[in-house]
């Protein structure tokens, strides 16, 4: 029960991104000539970031490799996704 009120609260603070990610993926990534725009490049950083910090993580590789997927074929939403509910830094790794 205490995780479907998680949930809840979480999805009530995301839903201003969503509607920020739905303003912005209107937005083309790509400029007329085919290079990428400024969008794209942040976009492209924030996602090979993600996918660094995927597979930091001290999950099972199947878990890794479901949210490596998820940030490549969805790359505005899975990035978004990913940072609300992957909890990451709930593991024990030492550092005090």
Do not use: E, H
Request: charged share 10%.
């Amino acid at each position: 029960m205490n995780k479907i009120i998680a949930s809840t609260s979480r999805l009530a603070a995301a839903a201003p991104l969503f509607a920020l990610m739905l303003l912005v993926s209107s937005c083309a990534r790509f400029n007329a000539n085919g290079g990428l725009a400024t969008w794209g490049w942040v976009l492209l950083i924030l996602d090979v970031l993600a996918l660094l910090d995927v597979f930091r993580q001290p999950w099972t590789i199947g878990k890794k490799i479901l949210w490596a997927a998820i940030i490549f074929f969805f790359p505005l939403a899975g990035l978004i996704i990913y940072w609300l509910f992957a909890g990451r830094g709930k593991s024990n790794t030492g550092i005090v």
